[in-house]
């Protein structure tokens, strides 16, 4: 049997769990220091709350716990949540400090980054506008940032994995830059980012997943340092009009891996001395204004 609160909160029978909170709930909210589990989706759409305090008891958050809380600023994360479920703050537009407590053996918010990291494998599993992505992180997680309102990102030198979706609808983002470490971009990582418009990547050898940059309209140049393979469809539905590619020799690519992308107006710049190479290779012979990138 279910029981409510003076807000009109949900709690199972014995007040561990906290089910569900009404839509109109107001502003600030203190969660009982009853409750253990935040239910999925427990406070979905509660589009007036700003402010919500996790007490230490709280050890588990639940998927898509505060997904569509847009005016939500703050959260504390208490010190013995041990768990915490995929898509927890997307579409939280508003939200930009996220602080965990400072005794919390699992996850930290180190050096006021303003995001959630798994101390066991420095991976950054959320964040939010305000996040300053810090030096020391391995992995970005899957949907970390998904429709999130963060405008420019730079991915330290130590990350090596961007995960599926870590980036998914960031519709504000404009300018993507990923240093040298990284080796995997995954499925939709930056996919439906409809304002990204530069990408620079530094890393020699780089994997882009299906759809990894699919639907980015406004993605006009694409940078790249290092050899490339790709999955399906990784500029599905982008227009592309430069592509600098600081590699000798051409990349092995496949031949439809720009099939779905609108490269008829793009220039392909390659060092010197290898445009003939690049005019030869399968893939990178679809693009009809090669240049030498001396030659600008």
């Excluded at 420095?122 to 940032?145: D, M, Q, Y």
């Excluded at 519709?171 to 240093?179: E, N, R």
Aim: one cysteine or more.
């Amino acid at each position: 049997m279910a029981y409510f609160d003076k807000y009109g909160v949900e709690f199972s029978d014995d007040r561990k769990t906290l089910v569900k909170c009404p839509k109109n709930l107001q502003e600030e909210y203190i969660i009982p220091e009853t409750v253990n589990t935040i239910g999925d989706s427990a406070f979905e759409d509660c589009s007036c709350l700003t402010h919500v305090v996790i007490p230490e008891n709280v050890i588990n958050i639940g998927n898509e716990a505060f997904k569509g809380c847009k005016n939500l600023v703050l959260c504390h994360i208490g010190k013995n949540v041990s768990h915490i479920g995929s898509l927890v703050f997307m579409r939280c537009s508003a939200l930009s400090f996220i602080v965990v407590d400072s005794e919390n053996v699992t996850f930290d918010s180190r050096n006021n980054c303003n995001a959630i990291i798994e101390k066991c494998s420095n991976r950054l599993i959320v964040g939010c506008k305000n996040t300053h992505i810090p030096e020391n992180i391995k992995i970005i997680g899957a949907h970390a940032f998904c429709q999130n309102d963060i405008e420019n990102v730079i991915i330290p030198a130590r990350v090596t994995v961007i995960e599926e979706c870590a980036f998914f609808s960031c519709s504000k983002l404009q300018y993507l830059t990923i240093h040298s470490d990284v080796l995997e971009i995954g499925t939709e990582a930056f996919g439906g980012c409809d304002n990204l418009e530069v990408v620079s990547i530094q890393s020699k050898e780089i994997t882009f997943g299906s759809f990894a940059f699919a639907n980015c309209p406004k993605l006009d140049i694409l940078i790249l340092h290092g050899n490339i393979s790709m999955y399906d469809n990784v500029f599905t539905y982008d227009e592309l009009l430069e592509i600098w590619l600081y590699v000798n020799t051409p990349p092995v690519i496949d031949a439809y891996d720009f099939e779905f992308a609108d490269i008829s107006g793009c220039t392909l710049y390659v060092p010197a001395s290898t445009i003939d190479l690049y005019k030869k290779a399968v893939g990178w012979n679809e693009f009809k204004n090669i240049r030498e990138i001396s030659g600008k």
